[in-house]
C-alpha cells in the first residue's frame, strides 16, 4: 500500500485570479476508476467571468474524488486524487474496493471480475449487473466500459418508453423546473442591479442612415476579404466612430472613483457578445491603434472563444466604453445597462427600411437607432446628444473617419 500511496497525485483547484474570491466545481468529466491521459481535461471550474480546464498532470486512473459537482472551492484546495504510473489491468480488486469504501455496499455478481477493468468493475458493481447479460465487443471477447453504459443506455430508453406509454393514459399535469443559476448568472444579475441602484442613468435616442456603409461594403467585401482574410462588417465601423467621438467628448471616456473623476487618454472598447454560459463582455485594447480589418478579426477571435469557452480574465478585464448591438437578434430599439464603472453604453440596433424624408423626397432608407446610456452624474445632457451626434455623423459619411473631420 505505501508504494501505491507513493503512486498518489493529488489534483488541486488552479491558482485564481486576484479579483476572483472562490470558484464552483462545474462538471467532472473524469468519474473513479476511469483511465485518463497527462493535459486531459478532469474539471471544469467556473467562476463569476470564466470557466477555468484543469488537465490531468499525468497518466493513470482517477482514484477518488473530493469535491462533487456544486462545491465551492477556493484555491490549491484539493480536487481529486489519481493514481499515477499503473494501467487499468494492473489496478487491484482491492484498491478498487478502497475507493469505495464510504459508499454503501452493493451487491456483487457471482462471476469473476479480475479479468475486468477497475471502470468496469465499477459499474457492474454500481448497478448491480451480471456480465453475462451484456453484449461483450472488446479484444478477445472483453467487456468494456461502453459495452456496460450502451447497455443501461438501451435499458434507460426501455424503461423510459414505458413510462411515457403509461403517463399518455394519464391527464397531462402542469410541471416546473428549478435550475442553480450558475456563477456567471448571478454576477451578470449583481451588476446589473449594481449599475441601476448606483448610477444616474438616462438613455438617449437617435437615428442613422446605414446606406453610405451598406454601399461602401457591397463595394469593397470582395477585395477586403480576399486581402485580410477576413469578411468587412458593420461592427468595425462602429468601433471607428466611437473612438473618434470618445476623443471628442473625453468624459464619456472616464470614469468616477469615490470623488474623483478619473479620465482615460486611452481607448479600451468592451464588446458585449451572448455565449451559452451568458453575456461577457471582453475588451478591444488600444482601439484607437487597431485597422478596420484587426478590429474585425479581434470581435471574431472573441466570439470564438466564448462560444468554446475559452475567455480568459484578461480578456474581460477592463474597458472604458461598452459597445453591445442587439441588432443581431432582431431588436429595434432599447436602454442598455451601463458596465460600471463606466460612464456609457451605446446600444445599436437591428437594421430596418423606413420611409424618410431627404431633401424635401420621400424615400426608402435603411434605418438603424442608436441608443446611449449614461451616468448623468458625470455625463451632461449636451456631451451625451454631441457624443451620439458625432457617431451618426460618422457613420452617414464613412470619409469623415479618414479624414479626421
Do not use: C
Not at 489496478?91 to 469473476?112: C, G, M
Not at 446589473?192 to 446605414?210: G, H, I, P, Q, R
Not at 461592427?235 to 467628448?249: D, G, H, I, N, T
Amino acid at each position: 500500500m505505501k508504494e501505491l500511496e507513493r503512486m498518489t497525485v493529488e489534483i488541486v483547484v488552479p491558482d485564481l485570479p486576484e479579483s476572483v474570491a472562490d470558484a464552483t466545481v462545474a462538471t467532472w468529466h473524469k468519474q473513479p476508476g476511469d483511465t485518463v491521459y497527462r493535459d486531459e481535461v478532469l474539471v471544469d471550474i467556473e467562476t463569476d467571468k470564466v470557466v477555468l480546464e484543469v488537465p490531468s498532470p499525468e497518466d493513470g486512473i482517477l482514484e477518488s474524488i473530493i469535491e462533487l459537482e456544486g462545491s465551492t472551492v477556493l484555491s490549491k484546495q484539493l480536487l481529486a486524487k489519481l493514481k499515477v504510473g499503473i494501467s487499468p489491468e494492473k489496478l487491484t480488486k482491492e484498491t478498487v474496493i478502497s475507493e469505495d469504501a464510504t459508499s454503501e455496499e452493493r451487491p456483487v455478481p457471482d462471476e469473476d471480475h479480475d479479468a475486468f477493468t477497475p471502470a468496469v468493475r465499477r459499474l457492474l458493481l454500481e448497478h448491480s449487473l451480471n456480465p453475462a447479460e451484456i453484449n461483450a465487443s472488446g479484444v478477445g471477447g472483453r467487456l468494456t466500459r461502453e459495452d456496460i453504459l450502451s447497455f443501461l443506455k438501451t435499458k434507460e430508453q426501455k424503461t423510459g418508453s414505458a413510462l411515457e406509454e403509461k403517463e399518455s393514459l394519464r391527464a397531462p399535469l402542469r410541471g416546473e423546473k428549478r435550475v442553480p443559476m450558475t456563477r456567471l448568472r448571478k454576477r451578470v444579475a449583481e451588476r446589473l442591479l449594481e449599475a441601476k441602484n448606483s448610477t444616474a442613468m438616462l438613455t438617449t435616442f437617435n437615428e442613422v442612415n446605414m446606406k453610405p456603409i451598406m454601399t461602401l461594403r457591397e463595394k469593397y467585401q470582395t477585395s477586403f476579404e480576399a486581402r485580410h482574410g477576413i469578411r468587412l462588417g458593420f461592427m468595425s465601423f462602429y468601433v471607428k466612430a466611437v473612438v473618434e467621438a470618445l476623443k471628442r467628448y473625453p468624459e464619456i471616456n472616464a470614469s468616477i472613483d469615490g470623488d474623483d473623476i478619473v479620465y482615460h487618454n486611452f481607448f479600451d472598447v468592451s464588446m458585449a457578445i451572448s455565449t451559452p454560459r451568458g453575456l461577457v463582455t471582453p475588451v478591444l485594447r488600444d482601439a484607437d491603434t487597431l485597422s478596420l480589418a484587426e478590429i474585425e478579426k479581434g470581435i471574431k477571435a472573441f466570439a470564438e472563444k466564448g462560444r468554446n469557452g475559452k475567455l480568459t480574465v484578461e480578456d474581460l478585464t477592463g474597458g472604458n466604453f461598452t459597445i453591445t448591438n442587439g441588432g443581431v437578434f432582431g431588436s429595434l430599439m432599447s436602454t442598455p445597462i451601463i458596465n460600471p464603472p463606466q460612464a456609457a453604453i451605446l446600444g445599436m440596433h437591428k437594421i430596418q427600411e423606413r420611409p424618410m424624408v431627404v431633401d424635401g423626397q420621400i424615400g426608402i432608407l435603411p434605418m438603424m437607432y442608436l441608443a446611449l446610456s449614461y451616468d448623468h452624474r458625470l455625463v451632461d445632457g449636451r456631451e451625451s446628444v454631441g457624443f451620439l451626434v458625432t457617431i451618426k455623423e460618422f457613420l452617414e459619411d464613412p470619409t469623415r473617419l479618414l479624414l479626421d473631420v
